[in-house]
Structures are given as C-alpha cells and as structure tokens.
C-alpha cells in the first residue's frame, strides 16, 4: 500500500488547509476560517472510517493523522493566543501534553515496535480543544471559561490515561 490512499490524503489535506485557516484569522477573517476548520475536522473524522472501509489501515496513516492533528491543534491554537487573546496557560499545557504523548509514542514504536492509537480520554480531550477553538473563535466568553477548565481536567486525565498505557505496554502487558 502506497502514502497517496484515499485516508492519506485526506490527513494531508488539513496541513493544505491550515495556512489557509492560518491566513483567515490573521486578515480577521473568522467566517472562511472557520469553514476551512470545518472541513478539516470533517477530514479527520473521515480519514480513519475510510482506512477501515477501503481496508487501507496503515502504520504510516497512523503515524500521519496523529502527527497532523497535533500540528493543527498547536499551530491554530497559538494563533489564537495571538490574535484572540486565548489563555497561554491552556495552550501552553496542551502542547506540552501533546508533545510528551507523540514522545511516548515513538519510544514505544522504536522500543517495543508498536504504533499505538488514541484512548477514548484523548478523543474526548481532543473534542475539548475542538470546542476550545470554536468558543473563542466565536467569542464564547462564558463557555470558553467552562471549555477551559474542562480542557484543564481532561488535559490531566488523559495525560495519566496515557502514561498508564505506555508503563502497562513497556512492561509486558498489552491490555488498556
């Protein structure tokens, strides 16, 4: 199976998308950004239930939605900080979270040779950051300050989840 099936590219497309997305909120352009989020979360939701589909789940498509997704997430968010005024904090926290998971997962793929998936903690916690990002793009206050604490809790939950995960894999057991 090559890198150009149909779930690929569908991962590949959000990094097109995002200097768009990218260039529409910094001309204040919050409606075509908006729509090009939108379609990139459509892209992820689909790249996946194609892979199953199509049958053409793959360690590299693997790699590559995980690795999109938390390039777009980091990149949209500190622009928002930027641009929106969005908490540091938050933002910081998340990508501090994300970059110790993705190195949690290349340790087990080079150590243990396993390619491992998101937890229903991180699916819910990366919903969380969807709803961050729509709240203040939108300008949400009220439900951007409950996104945010939520996003604290989930942040912490699904950083354990997955340090329980690496520590159960790293030492013989593969069960979640």
Do not use: C
């Not at 979270?97 to 793929?109: H, Q």
């Not at 243990?112 to 990002?133: D, Q, R, Y």
């Amino acid at each position: 199976m090559g890198l150009l099936t149909i779930p690929n590219i569908l991962s590949i497309s959000r990094l097109i998308f995002l200097p768009l997305i990218l260039f529409f909120l910094s001309k204040n352009f919050y409606s075509l950004s908006l729509i090009f989020i939108i379609l990139s979360w459509l892209t992820d939701a689909f790249d996946g239930y194609l892979a199953r589909k199509l049958n053409q789940v793959s360690d590299l498509g693997k790699i590559l939605d995980h690795l999109v997704d938390k390039i777009w997430v980091g990149t949209i968010l500190v622009t928002l900080v930027m641009i929106k005024n969005l908490d540091f904090k938050i933002v910081l926290a998340i990508i501090i979270r994300d970059l110790l998971i993705t190195a949690g997962f290349i340790f087990l793929m080079k150590k243990k040779n396993i390619i491992s998936k998101s937890s229903v903690l991180g699916k819910i916690t990366g919903f969380l950051f969807a709803l961050l990002i729509l709240s203040s793009l939108l300008n949400r206050q009220k439900e951007l300050l409950i996104i945010t604490y939520l996003t604290w809790i989930f942040i912490i939950l699904s950083f354990f989840d997955y340090f329980i995960y690496f520590l159960k894999i790293l030492y013989g057991s593969k069960k979640n």
